[in-house]
Structure formats: structure tokens, C-alpha cells
T-cell receptor
Framework: GENVEQHPSTLSVQEGDSAVIKCTYS??????FPWYKQELGKRPQLIID?????GEKKDQRIAVTLNKTAKHFSLHITETQPEDSAVYFCAVGTDKLIFGTGTRLQVFP | DTEVTQTPKHLVMGMTNKKSLKCEQHMGHRAMYWYKQKAKKPPELMFVYSYEKLSINESVPSRFSPECPNSSLLNLHLHALQPEDSALYLC??????????????FGAGTRLSVL
């Protein structure tokens, strides 16, 4: 079955810096790659997604890049703000979503 | 409206109790999901319903019994649970289960404690 690895497990940055989280996957048939943000005690919320026919997608301060050959994709957050602090999960999908292990991002003022 | 509503928000039950978790969406989505999330872990898929039929069961113990009475409702019936079943149970829905319809929207979850 699909195996999704996510790194780093924790990430601390200064406000205004950039943050990058990377995920690798094993099943070359996977075709959908969302990123979810989960604040403490809250539901996972989709922040950006990319499909296998696209290499990069951007939404304001957030971008995702996909390398299908290498089977990895990354989340990029620029100009980080304290409210970006949360746990971020990547996921890989075909008929179901398999989640990565999560990255706890802390943005210090 | 991207709202998925779960009730109750919190549930405490004994190992001999029978209880049910409920999930509702009115977005016209035809796929609904149950996930289990332990603290500091990712959501783990339990069940998928597509067009009101169970399409995926991730080898979940029979003490968890899902039910989809109609396209807007999803239940999870609980019986004879173990303390290790304590977790946040998340419901999600999506327009469908194919590639272009796979965006999943999550409910706020039911935090379950089994004593």
C-alpha cells in the first residue's frame, strides 16, 4: 500500500521567514496531493492541493510543488505569521487519502 | 457552505455501553468518511461510503459499525469498546471519490473517552 513520509516533524521559524515541509510517497499511481492545517483542538482544514498533471500551485503566501518523477511534493509558506502556527499534514490520494505523519510549525514573533 | 456537522462533541462511555456518533452534511456530497485520530498522530481512515454504499473498510474491528441512512447522514455505532479506542473521531465528506472530486471537508470531530 501507499507509504507517505513527512519531514521535518517539528519546525520553528521567526516571523517573516519562510517554512518548507516535504513529503515523499511510494505509489506512482497516486494522483492527488492536498495539504491540511490543523490547529490545536480543531478540525483539519484544506489549505492547498495539487493534482498530478500540475507541477506547482500558488495561493498568496502558500505554494505547493510536485515532482512526480521523484515522488515528492513540498509545501512552501512565505512571510510566516504567528497564526501559521499549527500542525500541517500532507496527504496522498487515489481512491482514499493517506496522511503523512505531520509537521508541528511554530512561528515566533 | 462547506460545513460538516458532528455530534456529540464529547463522549464518555464505559466498555459495556452502546453509543452512536453522528455526522451530517448538506453540500450534496456523495462520499463520506470516518477517520480516527490519536493525539499527535495523523487521521487514519476507517470507512468510506460512496453513494450510500460501504466501499472501503480498513480492517476496522467489528465493535465499530458504520451506517449511512441517506446521502446526508453518516453514523458510527460503538459497542464494547476498549480504552485504546479513545481518540478523536473525524467525519469528512467529498463530492465523490474520483480524482476531480476528491477534496475532503472535515467535521470538528467527536472526542471519545472509553473508561
Amino acid at each position: 500500500g501507499e507509504n507517505v513520509e513527512q519531514h521535518p516533524s517539528t519546525l520553528s521559524v521567526q516571523e517573516g521567514d519562510s517554512a518548507v515541509i516535504k513529503c515523499t510517497y511510494s505509489d506512482s499511481a497516486s494522483n492527488y496531493f492536498p495539504w491540511y492545517k490543523q490547529e490545536l483542538g480543531k478540525r483539519p482544514q484544506l489549505i492547498i492541493d495539487i493534482r498530478s498533471n500540475v507541477g506547482e500551485k500558488k495561493d498568496q503566501r502558500i505554494a505547493v510543488t510536485l515532482n512526480k518523477t521523484a515522488k515528492h511534493f513540498s509545501l512552501h509558506i512565505t512571510e510566516t505569521q504567528p497564526e501559521d502556527s499549527a500542525v500541517y499534514f500532507c496527504a496522498v490520494g487515489t481512491d482514499k487519502l493517506i496522511f503523512g505523519t505531520g509537521t508541528r510549525l511554530q512561528v515566533f514573533p | 457552505d462547506t460545513e460538516v456537522t458532528q455530534t456529540p462533541k464529547h463522549l464518555v462511555m464505559g466498555m459495556t455501553n452502546k453509543k452512536s456518533l453522528k455526522c451530517e452534511q448538506h453540500m450534496g456530497h456523495r462520499a463520506m468518511y470516518w477517520y480516527k485520530q490519536k493525539a499527535k498522530k495523523p487521521p487514519e481512515l476507517m470507512f468510506v461510503y460512496s453513494y450510500e454504499k460501504l466501499s472501503i473498510n480498513e480492517s476496522v474491528p467489528s465493535r465499530f459499525s458504520p451506517e449511512c441512512p441517506n446521502s446526508s447522514l453518516l453514523n458510527l455505532h460503538l459497542h464494547a469498546l476498549q480504552p485504546e479506542d479513545s481518540a478523536l473521531y473525524l467525519c469528512a465528506s467529498s463530492q465523490g471519490t474520483g480524482l476531480v472530486k476528491n477534496i475532503q471537508y472535515f467535521g470538528a470531530g467527536t472526542r471519545l473517552s472509553v473508561l
